[in-house]
């Protein structure tokens, strides 16, 4: 099935709340298929195809940079950091974050994660870019998020939205989240 593009207001599929067992099944079904189907803020069957190898050697490269500040004064962020880990949100909301970043370690194993992370970054993928820029920020600043950073690997573009607000750098450039966090995009 093809991306839904935002060249026109999205509106929701028909589909149930994302903890719906049918959901749940069109979920896993999707990435079977080498698929992410997204449920994000009512917005029902965002699809994009599965990261590819570039996307993949960005986020590897990323978070092998991930470290935390020595100068850090945050009280012990342990700087965890995770690909393509399926979350759920206070909303409902089931979305995978290309990287997530939390303080603590989160206590789940086995199910999808529920704590909010600390800090998110995404990688746009070609054809994906409204999804990313647009849909992603909005609803990672809905939930606080307090450093949320979107990578074009294509134009080198990186970003960096924070309490300072929206800053627009060149990859490479090493950024420090307000957890205590350091990386290179």
Known sequence: MPAQTLDKPIEPLPLSAPDCPLTMAMMEQAADAG??????????????????????????????SLHIAPQTTTGGCGCFHYSDLSMRFPD?????????????????????????????????????????YRIAVSFYQRWGIADVVVF?????????????????????????FACGCICTV
């Not at 050697?57 to 092998?64: F, M, P, Q, T």
């Not at 074009?152 to 950024?175: C, F, K, M, R």
């Open 35 to 64: 698929y992410r189907l997204e449920y994000i803020s009512g917005i029902g069957g965002i699809w994009e195809a599965m990261p590819l190898k570039r996307h993949q050697r960005h986020i590897d490269r990323i978070r092998a």
């Open 92 to 132: 409902g909301s089931a979305k995978r974050p290309d990287i997530a970043i939390f303080c603590a370690d989160p206590e789940q194993e086995d199910e999808e994660i529920t704590v909010l992370p600390d800090a998110v970054i995404e990688l746009v993928s070609p054809g994906y870019e409204d999804k990313d």
């Open 152 to 176: 074009n690997p294509a134009d080198g573009d990186v970003l960096h939205i924070n309490a300072a607000g929206e800053i627009h750098y060149t990859s490479p450039v090493t950024l420090t």
